[in-house]
């Protein structure tokens, strides 16, 4: 009989928790936190820098986006989860959404260089592009013409490094970059 996991404690019995702690024991806590693991240091270094209204920490996250495709050393691993993740967590500590554009779009382009490069992957990899696509035209369509402005000449380069490529992702970027256009273009075919 396999033992029953421990149940974890929730959020309020933390708080409720955390509540009798004096800033030292919470500065302390923090700092165990940011030394425990690099995703919990990038988080805190991307929520301070947002703070202080920069953001120091976007190549940090540009680079864990880029990673899976082109790693620094070895082979691909394509764990796209990853990148995503990577995604996710600075728009969560960050709230940039120019930033968060930004690393949708460079996910789409590593992730269209290669499969140019390397040709033909599979249908969850090309998922997980338009997946990402769609995340970025609906962030670009909140943002409004000045995202668009800001985007359009890489889509538009972006949508036609994809021709040849199956799986419908060529099709759903060219639908998607219309759609763009049309919203915040009409006059320009």
């Not at 691909?76 to 959404?97: D, F, P, S, V």
Request: include cysteine; aromatic fraction near 8%.
């Amino acid at each position: 009989m396999p033992a029953k996991k421990k149940p974890q404690p929730t959020w309020a019995a933390i708080r409720q928790h955390l509540r009798g702690y004096k800033p030292d024991a919470l500065l302390s806590l923090i700092k165990d936190l940011h030394d425990s693991s690099s995703t919990n240091r990038d988080f805190l270094h991307a929520r301070v820098t947002a703070a202080q209204g920069g953001d120091a920490s976007f190549a940090s996250y540009r680079k864990r986006v880029i990673e899976p495709f082109y790693p620094a050393r070895g082979e691909a691993k394509m764990k796209l989860g990853e990148a995503r993740k990577a995604i996710r967590e600075y728009h969560k500590a960050t709230g940039n959404i120019p930033g968060t554009i930004e690393l949708l779009l460079v996910f789409c382009e590593t992730g269209t260089e290669f499969t140019n490069e390397f040709g033909d992957i599979n249908e969850r990899f090309y998922d997980s592009l338009a997946r990402a696509l769609e995340d970025l035209c609906k962030l670009v369509k909140q943002q409004g013409r000045t995202a668009w402005e800001t985007v359009a000449d890489r889509l538009d380069t972006l949508a036609d490094a994809t021709d040849g490529i199956g799986w419908g992702y060529s099709d759903d970027m060219h639908s998607a970059v219309d759609e763009l256009r049309e919203e915040f273009d009409p006059t320009n075919d």
